[in-house]
C-alpha cells in the first residue's frame, strides 16, 4: 500500500492507495488544507465531498503513540455505506475524469456525485455498444446522464420498466470506463464498444479530443521505464561511491 503524507494544522494527516497516482493523491491532502482555513475538518462528522468521491478524516494512533488522522473513502466494491483505508479506488475515477475533461479541453466541467443517479435501459447494460448522453438534470441529485443502446431501433418507444435508475458508481459492475466522462457538461455524447471509449462529441456533435486505451497503456509503460532507468542510474551511482570510498581506504 502506498502512503501519502502531510500535516494540516499542525495535525498528521496520511493517506492509503494501493495505486501510485501522487498528483490525485497530492490534490486531496491539498483540498482538506484549503478547506481547512474555512472550516473544523477534525470536527467528528466532516465529509469532504470533492470530485466524484467523499472523504472522511479517521482519528488513530500511529505506532509512537503519536494522532494520526487518516483519510478513508467510500467502500464502493463492498459497501457504500462502510468506510475503507485504501483510497486507490476513489484516486483512480478522479485521474481519469481529470485526465478526460483535460483532453477534450473543458473549461467548466459539471460534477457528478457518486450517489447520483443515472438512467439505464435494461437492456444496454449487456450489450457490446452503448452510449451515454447527458441532458439538464430534472433535479437534485439526478446526473442527467443516460446510458443507452447504440442504433437503438426503438428507441423513444421503450416501455417505462425497460429502465432502471441507480446510482453511477453502478457502472463499475457493466461499464467502468464510463465514469471518466462524468464531468463532462450537458450536451456531452460519449459512444463505446464494450470498456473501450471510442467517440466524445460536444452538444454541437464537434468531435472532442480523448485519450485512448492504448495510449494510456503506452504512457504507463514509458513512465515506469523512466522510473526503472533512474533506479538504475541511483544503484549505479552507489556502487560508484562506495568503490571511491574503498579507494580512499
Known amino acids: ?14 493517506m492509503y492507495s494501493n495505486v501510485p497516482l501522487k498528483n490525485a493523491g497530492t490534490a486531496v491532502l491539498k483540498t482538506l488544507n484549503a478547506v481547512a482555513s474555512k472550516v473544523d475538518i477534525f470536527k467528528p462528522g466532516f465529509i469532504l465531498n470533492y470530485g ?3 472523504f472522511f478524516l479517521d ?5 509512537d ?8 473513502t467510500v467502500d464502493y466494491e463492498n459497501n457504500i455505506e462502510m468506510r475503507t483505508d485504501n483510497c486507490g ?9 481529470m485526465n478526460t475533461n483535460f483532453r477534450a479541453k473543458v473549461k467548466k466541467p459539471e460534477p457528478t456525485f457518486y450517489k447520483d443517479k443515472i438512467l439505464v435501459l435494461k437492456e444496454a447494460i449487456g ?7 447527458r441532458t439538464d438534470a430534472a433535479k437534485n441529485g439526478d446526473s442527467g446522464w443516460y446510458f443507452g443502446l447504440l442504433n437503438d431501433e426503438n428507441e423513444g418507444s421503450h416501455s417505462d420498466d425497460e429502465f432502471i435508475q441507480v446510482p453511477t458508481y453502478e457502472l463499475m459492475k457493466f461499464r467502468g470506463e464510463a ?3 462524468l464531468q463532462m457538461p450537458v450536451g456531452t455524447l460519449a459512444v463505446f464498444h464494450k470498456n473501450e471509449m471510442t467517440a466524445l462529441v460536444d452538444e454541437n456533435d464537434n468531435p472532442l479530443d480523448f485519450s485512448t486505451r492504448d495510449e494510456r497503456e503506452q504512457a504507463i509503460a514509458r513512465k515506469a521505464a523512466a522510473e526503472s532507468a533512474e533506479k538504475a542510474n541511483s544503484a549505479s551511482e552507489n556502487e560508484e561511491n562506495t568503490d571511491s570510498e574503498k579507494t580512499e581506504e
Open 1 to 14: 500500500m502506498i502512503k501519502f503524507q502531510g500535516v494540516i494544522k499542525g495535525k498528521n494527516i496520511r
Open 52 to 54: 466524484w468521491s467523499s
Open 59 to 63: 482519528k488513530r494512533k500511529d505506532n
Open 65 to 72: 503513540g503519536k494522532d494520526i488522522y487518516v483519510v478513508q
Open 89 to 97: 479506488l476513489s484516486l483512480v475515477v478522479q485521474n481519469m475524469q
Open 127 to 133: 450489450a457490446e455498444d452503448v452510449y451515454l448522453n
Open 179 to 181: 465514469l471518466r466522462v
